[in-house]
């Protein structure tokens, strides 16, 4: 009546060992985990200045960085940062305003600067300038065979009048 029977004997030995193969994997892990804490890079990350979005206080740091000296690296890296932001908008705006005042002439850039949508949308509006190439056939009143007859004949247009210069 005490005794356990025998399939659950069997069960009980399997799980315990199972579970002792579990321990021993587990162990094997936590021996390779000192190799992990090794290998971690510190880099130094970690946020220590003030938040990107505080512009007063980036461009006090930012003028720091050409006034004052650093006393430790810390400081000079937050410098850096803080200066990182105002010389990517210098740059950037420089270059920008660069191509608005002095525009490739290239037509695909015609085509798509930002100038281009504001004419498109007062061309819609406003009537256009004539197109620079004929859209239809120009009727001219001269015959051409005439002159081309006349020049042949006497190598010269007798009706267009003197070439001297001492009518002058």
Not at 37 to 65: C, E, H, K, W, Y
Not at 90 to 96: H, K, L, Q, T, Y
Not at 103 to 117: A, V
């Amino acid at each position: 009546s005490g005794s356990i029977p025998a399939p659950a004997i069997h069960y009980l030995w399997d799980r315990s060992q199972a579970m002792s193969l579990l321990v021993a994997a587990s162990r094997q892990v936590r021996a390779r985990a000192p190799a992990v804490r090794i290998a971690r890079r510190n880099l130094g990350d970690s946020v220590t200045g003030p938040a990107i979005t505080d512009i007063p206080a980036n461009a006090q740091l930012a003028m720091n960085f050409f006034t004052k000296s650093p006393m430790s690296y810390g400081e000079f890296k937050q410098q850096c940062i803080s200066l990182r932001f105002f010389a990517f908008l210098g740059v950037s705006g420089a270059c920008a305003m660069s191509l608005f005042i002095n525009p490739p002439k290239s037509s695909y850039w015609i085509r798509y600067s930002p100038l281009y949508g504001l004419s498109y949308v007062k061309n819609c509006f406003v009537g256009s300038a004539p197109p620079i190439f004929l859209t239809e056939k120009v009727e001219h009143e001269v015959n051409v065979p005439a002159i081309a007859a006349e020049l042949i004949s006497t190598r010269r247009l007798l009706s267009a009048g003197s070439d001297s210069e001492e009518e002058h």
